[in-house]
């Protein structure tokens, strides 16, 4: 089958997509499944296992990675956007971290806006008190820059793809610092030891200076700078962060051969006493701003039902190309038919991308109906589709159709289950890369759009600031009434403020209150019937009970009155495993502690019997045992099931994706929690390399590096 070029029908797939958006994939008590499993674990995230406590976050535009304004990128950087500097993060030190790794360090963040290797990163620091140090690069003319003769740096950070290192003014001090990515290879995240005494001054939380400065890596250049200047004078720099007034443009063409001059760096300001505070959270909503707001929803409710009309013309003209009506279909929410159409186009050409992204996507929709569990397995087949579209993608237009497709998936579906909302957000900026080049400005608008919202769920502040500061920046060069749906989110998510965004998503305390309104309506409902119960009410009501409300004793008395009910559920009997388990904390006499740990544990070893070799029941199991206390002496048991569950993954029994790698990663961490003796730690350590080592997703993970590091 011929591939498809045309680029209306990619505008389509960019913003027709509401039918996966607008789905509501389960009940709202559904939504506790995901929840259940932080209940379960008992997590309260330590700020030292995600770099400790942010203290400042720089803002970076889009797109000036062009150094003084007209630097080209070298041959040795192939991937556009990879120089370009969007945010970066500082930490406050953290000491005596209760993270696996490093128990003193010091974590600073870089996120670019493209993937790419053959970076220079260089961030120049020192107190702002400091009377010495170096107004020069680190090997002079370098980068061809100086630094602020009022902000001497004192210490230098170095780092070139996955390796750096930290380095005084006076070379009298260097170490090696960590350095990792994320997987989708646009963070960087750098750890410095602060065991060393010459570092320990900051853990008196100085203010600093800083100077952030993003190169090209050429081995053979000066310090690694690639040097792509006409000039021996233009500056070797692609990004800098600089401070509120000043323009980088500016700053980097302070440059003449004439009068031998080079461009000076005046510093970014770093308060490590601070704690980075988000502006928004103390936002007073006027009555001038809901009006606004009113006006948007409104414009936004015209513009979707222009689309739909649009989108139903165009399914019943039946466009004469069997890609385009397939997508029509889809589109007007024919599904049946565009089942059908899209299996006609695998027929003919089994390695059709648009044929494989919407089969993945089509199998998704069918979660919205089914149980829960059984939902969790359809989504799970839906990624296999989807992420084989991805990886067999190669022209912009079947990257569009592979990176939408698994993008608007992963924004549709709870992300407290499957807690792919992140992935949705990288998805849709790699799609937006291809957008850019295909189609016009307000296309690219909407996707960056929805990358936000996608990290705005998973909780991704600072990625979801920089992309909606991206999205208003361009909605003001395109008439008014252009992206109504992008105006709306973007005004939302600036003049709105905090947990006013998405209606959607209630607090915590909302939260509790609906379960428990649900759970009570449940139970009478229950107790009023006089045939027999219903399984799937009983799962409901046990899942609320032992997930979301901690009513264990009440869930046990439910278990057992209609213990014939659930017999054959293997949700209820997971359920019933944890809550067992989960009795040994409210009970007061150890002998019942111990007799209610026996039986969730001999609930388990039945439930494997009966459902043998089911991803699910392992990982319920593997993780309910690692949070058991070192004194039940369980270690042996839970690396006993993750050497099982490595095999299933690597025989191909269970398709691994990043859902299950994170729940991976967390039993790892209980087990270093648990059990901190140091013979202990050595053997969890060596058979988490070994899982990792054998299951290449698993390196991926920021997580991998608390884990693995000693």
Not at 10 to 25: E, K, N, P
Not at 183 to 210: Q, W
Not at 320 to 325: C, H, I, N, T, V
Not at 666 to 688: C, G, V
């Amino acid at each position: 089958m011929k591939k498809k070029t045309n680029r209306y029908v990619i505008h389509i797939v960019i913003t027709a997509f509401s039918l996966i958006i607008g789905v509501i994939f389960f009940l709202l008590f559904y939504d506790v499944i995901g929840n259940s499993l932080q209940s379960l674990l008992k997590i309260k995230t330590d700020p030292s296992f995600s770099g400790g406590k942010l203290v400042a976050v720089f803002h970076d535009p889009v797109g000036d990675d062009y150094g003084f304004g007209e630097l080209a990128y070298p041959d040795t950087v192939s991937n556009p956007g990879s120089l370009d500097l969007l945010r970066y993060t500082v930490h406050r030190p953290v000491r005596f971290s209760r993270a696996p790794g490093l128990r003193s360090f010091w974590q600073l963040d870089f996120s670019f806006k493209s993937p790419g290797a053959g970076r220079n990163i260089k961030v120049y620091f020192g107190e702002v008190t400091a009377e010495t140090g170096s107004t020069n690069t680190r090997i002079e003319f370098a980068e061809n820059v100086e630094f602020s003769t009022k902000a001497p740096w004192k210490f230098v950070i170095s780092i070139t793809d996955n390796t750096g290192s930290i380095e005084s003014w006076d070379r009298s001090f260097k170490r090696d610092v960590q350095v990792f990515q994320s997987k989708s290879g646009r963070d960087v995240y750098v750890r410095i030891s602060l065991a060393d005494s010459e570092l320990k001054f900051l853990h008196t939380l100085p203010e600093l200076n800083h100077y952030v400065l993003i190169g090209a890596f050429d081995p053979e250049g000066r310090d690694g700078f690639a040097d792509r200047g006409d000039s021996d004078f233009i500056p070797k720099v692609y990004d800098i962060i600089v401070p509120e007034g000043f323009s980088q443009e500016e700053v980097l063409s302070a440059w003449d051969e004439e009068s031998f001059a080079i461009p000076i760096m005046e510093p970014i300001k770093v308060h490590l006493t601070d704690l980075f505070k988000d502006t928004r959270a103390s936002k007073t909503v006027s009555d001038e701003t809901i009006n606004r707001l009113r006006e948007l929803e409104e414009a936004a409710t015209d513009e979707a039902a222009v689309m739909e009309r649009e989108t139903l013309e165009r399914y019943e003209l039946k466009p004469a190309d069997q890609l385009d009506y397939a997508i029509a279909a889809f589109d007007a929410k024919k599904l049946v038919e565009a089942e059908s159409l899209f299996q006609a186009i695998l027929t003919k050409d089994k390695n059709s991308i648009p044929g494989i992204a919407y089969t993945g996507a089509l199998i998704a929709l069918k979660a919205s109906v089914a149980p829960p569990l059984e939902a969790v397995g359809i989504v799970k087949e839906a990624y296999v589709w989807l992420d084989r579209a991805v990886t067999e993608a190669v022209t912009e237009e079947d990257l569009v159709y592979a990176y939408m497709n698994r993008g608007h998936v992963s924004l549709a579906i709870p992300n407290s289950i499957f807690g792919m909302a992140v992935y949705g957000g990288e998805d849709f900026l790699r799609a937006s890369e291809s957008i850019q080049k295909l189609l016009p400005l307000e296309n690219y608008i909407n996707v960056i759009t929805k990358a936000a919202r996608c990290f705005e769920i998973a909780g991704e502040v600072n990625k979801t600031e920089t992309w909606y500061r991206e999205a208003r920046r361009l909605l003001e060069i395109l008439p008014a009434g252009r992206c109504a749906q992008e105006r709306l989110d973007v005004f939302q998510y600036f003049e709105v403020g905090l947990n006013q965004v998405f209606e959607s998503e209630m607090s915590e305390k909302d939260q509790e209150k609906a379960a428990e309104a649900e759970l009570e309506k449940l139970v009478a409902d229950l107790e009023s019937e006089t045939g027999s119960a219903d399984v799937e009410q009983i799962e409901v009501i046990l899942r609320l009970q032992i997930m979301e409300l901690e009513r264990i004793e009440a869930a046990m008395k439910i278990a057992k009155r209609f213990e014939t009910v659930i017999k054959n559920s293997q949700d209820a009997q997971l359920l019933v495993a944890v809550g067992e388990c989960k009795m040994a904390t409210v009970v007061k006499k150890t002998i019942e502690k111990v007799d209610w740990t026996n039986a969730g544990m001999r609930r388990f070893e039945k439930i494997q019997r009966r459902w043998p070799e089911n991803e699910n029941v392992y990982l319920y199991q593997t993780l309910t045992y690692s949070n058991f206390p070192s004194e039940l002496g369980m270690i042996n048991q839970v690396l006993a099931l993750l050497s099982d569950i490595t095999a299933f993954y690597a025989k191909g029994t269970w398709n691994i994706n990043d859902a299950p790698v994170d729940l991976l990663w967390d039993i790892w961490i209980n087990l270093r929690s648990n059990y901190p003796r140091k013979k202990e730690q050595t053997i969890i350590r060596d058979r988490a390399k070994i899982m990792s080592d054998t299951l290449d997703i698993m390196k991926a993970s920021k997580k991998a590096v608390e884990v693995l590091y000693e």
